[in-house]
């Protein structure tokens, strides 16, 4: 079973950018793909987006296009997480997740499972 | 996109009794593709339910999932101490991926 280990919290200044890194042990890394979800204090969860590191693709929640990038290092078997133009709404825990997929014609994915520790990013001036 | 509302916002029970926890969706899940989590304060939320009523490895048989369409349900038959925490179901039938804003379920 896969485990999802995440980097520690973070403090930003607004209009910054964040790096958060997931990595990933006792699995085969390229075999699932690496979502990212966040969660605003006291709110509920938000899909940001994911990457299927086998091939290198992500993709992204209309919401966060243009202001995240999803990235994974095969080598290491870590995803990471790239939100830029930070504002204050944008404090949050920021989980990645594990999901596997069905794919036809094209690939859709199932439940989240395993996820990360969660990081807390906080954005204040 | 789908949206998922989640009834009641707060749920008061006592231990050993029955939770019945619904979640409504604007637009019918395909294929019952739909999941319930669990989280706990300061915790990442965890697997319980997955294609609606799949237990995930490891979960008590006192959690139990129904529905198809627009309406599914999450029924805890008898809450013990640690179930005390907040639940939110997913769909992922269809693109993007959106989640209920979650029920809590309190001590009473």
């Known amino acids: 079973q896969v485990q999802l280990v995440q980097s520690g919290a973070e403090v930003k200044k607004p209009g910054s950018s964040v790096k958060v890194s997931c990595k990933a042990s006792?699995?085969?890394?390229?075999?699932?793909?690496i979502s990212w979800v966040r969660q605003a204090p006291g709110q509920g969860l938000e899909w940001m987006g994911r990457?299927?590191?086998?091939?290198?693709?992500?993709n992204y929640a209309q919401k966060f296009q243009g202001r995240v990038t999803i990235t994974a290092d095969k080598s290491t078997s870590t995803a990471y997480m790239e939100l830029s133009s930070l504002r204050s709404e944008d404090t949050a825990v920021y989980y990645c997740?594990?999901?596997?997929?069905?794919?036809?014609?094209?690939?859709?994915?199932?439940?989240?499972?395993?996820w990360g520790q969660g990081t807390l990013v906080t954005v204040s001036s | 996109e789908i949206v998922l509302t989640q009834s009641p916002g707060t749920l008061s029970l006592s231990p050993g009794e029955r939770a019945t926890l619904s979640c409504r969706a604007s637009?019918?899940?395909?294929?019952?593709?739909l999941a319930w989590y669990q989280q706990k304060p300061g915790q990442a939320p965890r697997l319980l339910i997955y294609?609606?009523?799949s237990r995930a490895t490891g979960i008590p048989d006192r959690f139990s999932g129904s529905g198809s369409g627009t309406d599914f349900t999450l029924t805890i038959s008898r809450l013990e101490p640690e179930d005390f925490a907040v639940y939110y179901c997913?769909?992922?039938?269809?693109?993007?991926?959106?989640f209920g804003q979650g029920t809590k379920v309190e001590i009473k």
């Open positions: 990457i299927i590191p086998i091939l290198g693709i992500a």
């Open positions: 637009q019918s899940v395909s294929s019952s593709y």
């Open positions: 006792g699995g085969t890394f390229s075999s699932y793909t």
């Open positions: 997913q769909q992922y039938g269809s693109s993007p991926t959106t």
């Open positions: 294609g609606a009523s």
């Open positions: 997740a594990s999901q596997t997929a069905r794919c036809g014609t094209s690939c859709m994915y199932n439940w989240f499972d395993p």
